[in-house]
């Protein structure tokens, strides 16, 4: 059964009824950018052709049901318990946050029941909390006829995250989720939130963008996530700037003259050669040259790898094994500590650089990893 029609059926069992619609949110994978959104810099992510469906419907009684298939209990809430972060936890927080984010936001959300399905694995690093938000989001918009323009929907989901779940991300994910647009790329400007659809015209290029599923347990990601944060602000304010964004690359030698420490100038020196590499990529890209972007992914790899200090062993096996397989470029994407690569490879040669991969996996002996091929998609949508 595909994903609307679990979905469905989940919503009919749990509630007996029919839903009123059905809305879907997809994943995401940053093409290249990565620790510069919440440095008010610049990404290049695109939404996936896998999909969270909520289907949905009013409920009287000023409360919330959600049902989600990785759960058989669904969890039910009120304004009390959405109005207190970290009163709703697990899956549902997602849930609960975006009901918080509207009624502080100043709506009148509805009461709904729901149900939850997805393609889009958990904890893999393509944003399967920023596509539950925008799903649900998008159902209690269109539910409760409120007065709130999509351009403003990603600040609000990330606002559920940030501060009902408790996770200090940036405004990418969101972004990606919910503007997404089939055969583009969605070059964001985070300080100004301007965005450009970019023509990613895979299949004229032939080629094909390889996602590997690096398998990595998650280890310390969001303790070091919020650390690596803090010491870019910790930077900015010591440089006198708003955001790292503000160093621009010709002056990256003089800022980092300026910092006390070598940590401290590697983590600047990854985000300011990573927003140039941002825009040179977005040029190439423009200027139709697909191909030619991959040494600029594999550069932000070893960025990450070197300067930022973000990757696994698995994830840095996955890029060095995708690149003896004749990949053009290859990177992690997403937070880091695991989750997943994309490589860029012939159209042709997707399933030789997977292979080439699992063969490195097997090697090494870690658990098999992951493979598919994607293409960029649409953002998040009412399915009817
Ligand atoms: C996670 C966060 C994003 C972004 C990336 C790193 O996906 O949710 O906001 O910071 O990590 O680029």
Redesign the pocket.
Known sequence: MNVADRATAGFRQRYGVEPAGRWAAPGRV?LI??????NDGF?LPFALPLRTVVAAAPAPGGRWTVWSELDDEPVEFGAAEADEPGRVDGWAAYVAGVVWALRADGHDVPGARLAVASDVPVGS?L?SSAAIESAVLAALVDLGGLDLPAGRWPRLAQRAENDYVGAP?????QSAVIRGRAGHALFLDCRTEEVEQIPFDLDGAGLAVLVIDSRAPHRHADGE?AARRRSCEQAAATLGVTALRDVPVADLDAALARLGDDETRRRVRHVVTENQRVLDTVALLRAGRVRDTGPLLTASHASMRDDFEITVPEIDTAVEAALSAGAYGARMT??GFGGCVLALVDAGAADAVAAAVTEAYAERGFTAPGTLTVQPSGGATRLG
């Open positions: 940053n950018g990565e620790h510069t959104d919440y990404v690093g944003s991300t940036g405004i990418m994910d996530y997403g937070g």
